[in-house]
């Protein structure tokens, strides 16, 4: 019999486990995550930034959470000797039509409470001097980390305090009695006071395990990287972004220095036919289907049709992708990009068509399901433990 379970080995269901282990530490915790290693999907693909909270509606999880977390992680490396730097990034305005949409983003980044510099474009020249652009936005507390040691640590602490964590292990079914709630999985039933659903790509269908009917399905979007070749990284000394554009739910692409010395370019942002589907060809008919009879997303794909075939046009064309990228960086010539990984974001997607663009944390009777934890959620990732664990002191 364990007090809490924890589904899903990622970054968010660590915290959280770890997090309860220093809050009862007279309590039996359990981790179950069905793949072979902790942090497999989102945390393992990501792209390992510290993000500041600059993008995220004012008042919303995102931006208190974000900024909070921006503080918290880094005090949490430097306190475990984990590979990050605090290097700051600068937000460009390429083109004259994007020159408001960047003093809307410095005024949210104002509101959000966080230390950002409107700049000129010499000054960017100063910092990037291979960017080509107009006007930007100096962000310093933006960095960079391995979230794999951050995983890695709280893992760690978590079985420290006595903690279980059992891999290869995957929920099949979950059976409510009065006080207590029996899990089937692959490896035999484990039997629990309290749940919480952290699992991810597949969030959503734990949580109709559950008897719960979830506001908003996932729907995987892959996201694509090319990597600078090693002669070509002094093109990019930090990290280096486009505005957003604000009717469009994710940032395009940019460039970011990695923990390890590289520098990615991307991601795009196009639908994957599988939840963890990491390649172009991979596909699966359940999560297809799952998609294809969702209405939510013909309406998503309605409103964002010009913007979704640019992506899918960046997906397939190379030369597309570098054009994108010397909108930033001139010199960038399609020779100097290597494919790497691909990683694939669960998006909330609401029937309406609209994208959840906060966390979206669901409690219930004996059970707590983090529906949608997308980027910043590794950033966050302290902070939504903590949370998370205030819902379960409260009740």
């Excluded at 390429?94 to 474009?121: C, D, F, H, V």
């Excluded at 209405?295 to 992506?311: Q, R």
């Excluded at 064309?317 to 974001?345: C, M, N, Y």
């Excluded at 059970?367 to 379960?392: F, R, Y």
Aim: glycine letters at 6%.
């Amino acid at each position: 019999m364990y007090d809490f379970t924890i589904i899903g080995g990622g970054i968010v269901g660590l915290s959280t486990a770890m997090t309860l282990s220093q809050n009862y530490p007279h309590k039996k915790i359990l981790v179950i995550e069905k793949e072979p290693q902790l942090a497999f999907h989102q945390t393992g693909n990501n792209s390992g930034v510290i993000h500041s909270g600059i993008y995220y509606k004012p008042g919303s999880f995102k931006a208190k959470f974000c900024r909070q977390g921006c503080q918290s992680m880094v005090d949490f490396c430097q306190k475990y000797d984990i590979a990050h730097e605090v290097c700051g990034k600068v937000i460009v305005a390429t083109e004259e039509n994007q020159i408001q949409a960047l003093e809307n983003l410095y005024n949210r980044g104002i509101a959000n409470s966080i230390e950002i510099e409107k700049i000129t474009a010499e000054e960017v020249k100063k910092i990037e001097p291979h960017v080509r652009c107009l006007a930007g936005i100096r962000v310093r507390s933006t960095g960079i980390a391995d979230y794999q040691q951050v995983c890695q640590k709280y893992a760690e602490l978590l079985q420290n305090a006595g903690g279980e964590i059992r891999l290869n292990t995957k929920v099949e079914k979950i059976n409510k009695t009065n006080e207590t709630q029996i899990l089937e999985t692959n490896r035999g039933e484990i039997e629990t006071r309290f749940i919480i659903n952290c699992a991810g790509l597949h969030s959503d269908r734990v949580a109709k395990l559950n008897d719960i009917d979830p506001p908003a399905k996932i729907v995987p979007f892959r996201g694509e990287y090319y990597e600078l070749k090693p002669e070509k990284r002094y093109l990019v000394k930090t990290l280096i972004y486009p505005v957003p554009n604000p009717s469009f739910p994710f940032l395009g692409v940019h460039f970011t220095k990695m923990i390890d010395g590289s520098v990615h370019a991307g991601p795009n942002a196009v639908l994957s036919f599988k939840r963890e589907g990491y390649n172009k060809t991979d596909f699966d008919w359940r999560d297809f289907s799952e998609v294809m009879t969702y209405p939510g997303f013909w309406k998503l794909a309605a409103k964002h049709a010009d913007e979704g075939i640019k992506e899918i046009l960046r997906s397939f064309s190379k030369a597309a992708f570098t054009r994108s990228l010397q909108q930033l960086i001139p010199e960038v010539q399609e020779d100097d990009l290597i494919p790497t990984h691909a990683g694939v974001r669960a998006q909330a997607l609401k029937n309406d068509g609209k994208l959840v663009d906060d966390f979206l944390i669901v409690p219930d009777k004996n059970a707590i399901h983090v529906i949608n934890a997308p980027s910043p959620a590794a950033t966050s990732s302290l902070e939504i433990g903590k949370a998370i664990v205030s819902q379960i002191s409260a009740n």
